[in-house]
Every structure is written in C-alpha cells, then in structure tokens.
C-alpha cells in the first residue's frame, strides 16, 4: 500500500517536474536566484510597513519639540538616552520617529511621480511608435530637448517656476522622468509592430487602440516594470536633493533631504544628525536598486541567465 | 567625413530652437508677469508698469517677443542680471572655469580609478575583489552626493582636520585670476612670488580634492561597471584567445588587445556623464561653497534673479548639447561603422 502511494507521489512530482512551472513561480526562482534583490525586497518591506503605519510606528510625533532634550545623541553613544532611539535633532524633535514619517512622504513622492511620468510617457511612447512619420518625431525631438537639460537642473527650474512643495516636487520629478519612459516604449513597441502576432491581429480588424494597448502594450511591459523601479530609485534621490537645496518639501515636515538641509550646521558637534537621514536615504535607493536588478533577471528573458 | 558631421549638426539645430522655445516659455510661466517679479513686494503705477512694459518690448505678440528673444540671443545679449546688473554672460565666463576645474578633476578621479577597478574586476571574475567593485559601485550609483559630500566633510576636514571645509582658496593668499583654473593661477602666482605665495598650490589642491571626489562617485561607479561588462565581452573574442596563444605577455593582452577594444562603450558612457557632472555641480558646489556655475544658478533662484535663471540653463544645456555633439563625432571618427550608417 505505502509503495503505491510513493509510487504515485513520485509520479506526481515527476509530471510537476516535466510541467511549465507556473509564470508567478518561474518569476520568483529567477528572482530570488539573485541573493542582493531578496536582501532589498526586505528591507524595502520594513520601509513600506514603517511608511504604511507610521502613525502608530513612530514613537512620537514628527514634529513636536522636545526643547530639554535638544541634539541628544543616539541611545548607544555617550550621552544618550533609551526614550530616543536615535537622538534628537537641534529643535529637540525625535530622529526615528522624523524618519519613519519621511518614509511615508519619500515613497509617496516616488509613486506618485513615477505614475506621473508612466502614464503619459507610455501613450506618448505608443503614439510615437504608431504614428513614426509626423507626431512621432515631433514627440521625440520635444523629448531629445528634455533630455538635453541635466535631470537635477530641469527639476531645479521647473521648482524655480511653479515654486516649493510636495505637490510641486512630484511634478517636477514626473516631468524630469518622462522622456526615458516615451523612449523606452517606443522602441520595445516599434520592434513588437514587425512581429506576425501584431500583422494578425490588425488583419482581423483590430482598431488602432486596440493594437496599442491591448496588442502591443503588455509585450513591452518587462523593459518597463525594470525601468519603473530605477526611476522610483532616482526619483527618490531627485526628491531628496531638491530638498536639500530648499527647493522641495518645506520645513518642518520630516522629508529625509529636507532633513538634511540644516544639518549641515551641526557638523561640528551632532554627526547623528547629519548621518542618519542620509544613511536612510542611501540604503533605500540601494535596496530599490537591488530589487531592480532582480526584476531584470526575472522578467527580461533576453538577458535571463545569460552572464 | 563631412557629410556625417552636417547631418548630425542639422539634428542639433532643432534641438537648439527648441531648447530656447523652452527657455523663453519658462520665464513666462511664472505666475505675475516680469515688471511684477522685478518690482518684488513694492507696488508699481500702471503707468510706470505700462510704460516699463513698452521699454522691455513685453507688450508685444508673443512670437515677436520670440523673434526678438532669438535675434538677441545671436547677437550675443544675453541679458543683464536683476540684483548686480551684469551681463549674465560675463558672469558666467567668470565662474565657468571654476565649475569646468572641478569637473575635470572630477572626471580623472572618476576614468582613473573607475577603469583600473573595472579591468581588475574583468580579469578575476568572481574574486573577492571583482564582488566588491561591484557592490562599491552598486552603492555609489545609488548615493545621494549631497550627503556624500557633508559625510567626507565631517571625516576628512572636521575629525582629521585634513582638508578645508569650503572654498577654492585660502582668503590668506592673493592670486590674480588669469586662466580662472585656481591649480594654473596658483601655480603662476608662486612661480611670480615665492615668498608671499609659497604653498598656494598646495592649498588649492587640498581645498579641489574632497569636492572633485564628491562630484566623481557617480561617474566612478558607472564607468566601473561598464568596463568591467565591456572587457568581459571582449575577453570572450577569438582574437584575445589567439593573442595569449601566440605567447604575448599577459599585460600586452590586457592593456592592448582588449582595453583597446573594450574602451570604445566606455568612451561613450564617459561623455553621457557630462549632463551628470553638470547637474551633480549644483549640488557639490552648494555644500563646498564652490564658485561655480552651479551654486551661482541656485543662488539666482534663490534671489528670483529670472535673467540668470533662463539664459543660465540655456548656457548650461547648450554645453550639454555641444559636448554629446563633440562625442558623437569623435566616435563617428573612431568607429567607421557609425559614420557610414544612414
């Protein structure tokens, strides 16, 4: 009886084993080969809970000031105490619970603004692909001047123009981002327009909308998924350094590189203060970066196993 | 030969109306119009505002403000700056030299060590030292220079007292601008007077080095990586496995037969990483209080000084347009391929 049972277990592996792995499967070994993607997909998930929750994460309030308590060091060094965790900023206002909150807005600002670029640079990519004659190289040469321009600079005049702010930041970031989202499309949709799965569908009567976003669109979407996530990592940084020069978010909301702003005073005499926001900002776009890698192995077939 | 280089000079001038199309809508977006922002919080007689309008050629069409826009451009006018009422073109030719000084060294500390790192990298493949390029390189690429910058400020100059904080020079020294590159006019001035500028040199040097190293993490990191990817290509090709057969010296297959062809990819990305420094200057330069373009342009949004901030850009993004263009051709020179393409 036990042998017809391993007989049939190991017969049933042996059809498992033979069977295309399941696409979600096959996407999680080619994923989790890679050690440095799983080691950023934790990290980011803690970031991700401490952003979702951070309310009731942090355990104070962002910017309420504890004035006895200014530039009190981390709790492990001389001089500091077990309630701040990691010290205390020149206003007395908590660094931990300031940088579980600038998580929220560092994430936020990172979505939003790639959503932002995304969706526009996708129908823009497609239109161009679709129609390369006249709109198509007119959209290119608008995105060859975009591109022209040094990424921080643009972002720095757009900020000069529509003036400081989340809201703002995100668009500048978004606008910044834009002309590689067009780019990227319309050269994964131009080389799927030649295949015979696209002549198909047209000859069956397939309208023009149809053929980019039901056809074409989700054959390109692996180069982009990658490219979503280094953008989301840049965006970051853009936000963080927009910030920094009193561009972005404004004081006192806790915004990483709005944090660091004012650091650089207490260079002197509070290396918490100055290290800390920037070492969270660091190994967030590392982390994303890793994920990024990962992703590529997984989803870019071309480039699966291949070094 | 010519002919690639007016096919790809016919590309840039679209690209150069374009950006100045940009620049002057720009200006424009701003809520308030320019007598407005001129006038800051006082208010003005709508006399005088009408009257400042027709001076500046602001109640014109549009596309004649253009026009005009345009043709001063190409006569060289550039504007006049709001707070010092200088030309926005004298001002950059004065602080340029300082952005381009920090830029090259930035560069060479980027190609020296980047290419050093990626070919040893290459050539032990799955060592220690070829993980740690990679995960130093990886990291760079996602620093934050500004942090970076305050971090090496904190070590280098604060703890170790090894270098100075901010600035080109010592305010002790008195150097006469003449090439505007503070390491060229240190040099002069000490060469002139030896005793009153003995060590000038010196302390230029210190004062460009932290800088240079901050605004070369990025390009270092990139360069890194493609070397070591572009030589691992090339170490697969036949005539490297012919060369070591014929017996040559594990140096001379390195150093001539790949790098030689492993550079051409990296060439490439070196003059990508122009827009790179340039916008990685704003950043170093406003935390080294470094002279250059860069916090120059900061400062004048800062102040609103609008004049700055529009033909600034559009001085900066023509560079950017000049240099991928002088790229472009010198790789259409090296690689026949490319200049024969249509």
């Given at each position: 009886m036990a042998t017809?049972?391993?007989?049939?277990?190991?017969?049933?592996?042996?059809q498992a084993a033979l069977a295309f792995p399941s696409p979600m499967k096959e996407f999680w070994q080619g994923f989790s080969h890679n050690r440095g993607a799983v080691i950023g997909l934790v990290f980011m998930t803690i970031v991700v809970f401490c952003a979702l929750f951070a309310p009731w994460v942090a355990p104070y309030d962002p910017i309420e000031q504890y004035r006895e308590h200014m530039l009190t060091p981390p709790a492990w060094a001389d001089g500091g105490m077990s309630q701040y965790l990691l010290g205390t900023d020149e206003l007395g206002r908590d660094i931990l619970s300031r940088l579980i909150h600038g998580a929220r807005l560092s994430l936020m600002i990172g979505l939003m603004s790639v959503l932002m670029a995304m969706i526009p640079g996708v129908i823009l990519g497609l239109v161009a692909a679709f129609f390369p004659r006249v709109v198509g190289s007119l959209i290119m040469r608008l995105m060859d001047i975009m591109m022209a321009l040094p990424s921080l600079l643009l972002a720095v005049a757009i900020m000069a123009i529509l003036g400081p702010g989340l809201i703002n930041a995100m668009i500048a970031i978004a606008v910044v981002a834009l002309p590689a989202y067009v780019r990227l499309t319309?050269?994964?949709?131009?080389?799927?327009?030649?295949?015979?799965?696209?002549?198909?569908?047209?000859?069956?009567?397939?309208?023009?909308?149809?053929?980019?976003f039901?056809?074409?669109?989700?054959?390109?979407?692996a180069p982009l998924i990658v490219h979503a996530t280094m953008s989301f990592s840049s965006a970051i940084l853009e936000a963080a350094a927009l910030g920094f020069l009193g561009l972005g978010v404004q004081p006192p909301t806790p915004e990483w590189g709005t944090m660091l702003a004012s650091a650089r005073d207490y260079i002197e005499r509070a290396w918490w203060v100055v290290t800390l926001p920037g070492l969270t900002i660091l190994l967030s776009v590392l982390a994303i970066n890793l994920m990024g890698d990962g992703l590529r192995d997984a989803l870019d077939p071309k480039l699966k196993r291949a070094a | 030969m010519l002919s690639f280089i007016l096919r790809r000079l016919s590309v840039q001038i679209p690209t150069f109306l374009g950006l100045t199309l940009l620049t002057f809508t720009l200006?424009?977006?701003?809520?308030?119009?320019?007598?407005?922002?001129?006038?800051?919080?006082?208010?003005?007689?709508?006399q005088m505002h009408a009257e400042a309008m027709h001076r500046l050629g602001l109640d014109k069409p549009l596309y004649q403000q253009y026009f005009d826009y345009l043709s001063n451009l190409l006569h060289g006018d550039l504007g006049l700056s709001l707070v010092t009422k200088e030309s926005v073109w004298s001002e950059f030719?004065?602080?340029?030299?300082?952005?381009?000084?920090?830029?090259?060294?930035?560069?060479?500390?980027?190609?020296?060590?980047?290419?050093?790192?990626?070919?040893?990298?290459?050539?032990?493949?799955?060592?220690?030292?070829?993980?740690?390029?990679?995960?130093?390189?990886?990291?760079?690429?996602s620093m934050p220079i500004f942090w970076w910058g305050l971090i090496l400020i904190m070590f280098f100059?604060?703890?170790?007292?090894?270098?100075?904080?901010?600035?080109?020079?010592?305010?002790?020294?008195?150097?006469?601008?003449?090439?505007?590159?503070?390491?060229?006019?240190?040099?002069l001035a000490e060469a002139a007077d030896p005793e009153l500028n003995a060590g000038a040199f010196r302390d230029a040097l210190m004062h460009l080095?932290?800088?240079?190293?901050?605004?070369?993490?990025?390009?270092?990191?990139?360069?890194?990586?493609?070397?070591?990817?572009?030589?691992?290509?090339?170490?697969?090709?036949d005539y490297v496995r012919t060369a070591r057969a014929k017996g040559l010296s594990p140096a001379r297959?390195?150093?001539?037969?790949?790098?030689?062809?492993?550079?051409?990819?990296?060439?490439?990305?070196?003059?990508l990483q122009i827009g790179t420094l340039m916008g990685g200057a704003v950043l170093t330069e406003t935390i080294f209080s470094w002279p250059g373009i860069g916090k120059w342009l900061i400062d004048a949004i800062a102040r609103r000084d609008y004049p700055v901030v529009q033909n600034g850009i559009l001085i900066v993004a023509t560079l950017v347009i000049v240099t991928n263009f002088v790229v472009d051709i010198l790789y259409g020179i090296a690689n026949p391929r490319i200049r024969h393409a249509k």
């Open positions: 017809t049972n391993n007989l049939k277990a190991a017969a049933a592996e042996e319309r050269a994964s949709a131009m080389s799927e327009l030649n295949r015979d799965y696209v002549t198909a569908s047209r000859v069956a009567g397939a309208g023009t909308l149809r053929l980019m039901v056809t074409v669109l989700p054959n390109c979407m | 200006i424009r977006l701003i809520p308030g119009d320019p007598i407005e922002v001129m006038v800051g919080e006082r208010t003005l007689d709508p030719t004065t602080l340029f030299p300082a952005t381009l000084e920090l830029a090259i060294a930035a560069m060479l500390f980027a190609s020296v060590f980047g290419l050093l790192a990626g070919v040893i990298a290459a050539i032990r493949r799955g060592s220690v030292f070829d993980h740690g390029v990679m995960g130093i390189s990886l990291t760079g690429f100059s604060v703890q170790l007292g090894w270098t100075p904080v901010s600035g080109r020079l010592d305010l002790a020294y008195d150097v006469q601008p003449v090439t505007g590159f503070m390491l060229i006019d240190t040099w080095i932290l800088p240079a190293v901050v605004l070369g993490t990025i390009p270092l990191a990139v360069i890194a990586r493609m070397t070591r990817s572009s030589m691992l290509e090339v170490l697969r090709e297959v390195i150093f001539i037969h790949t790098l030689r062809n492993a550079l051409i990819p990296v060439l490439t990305v070196m003059g």
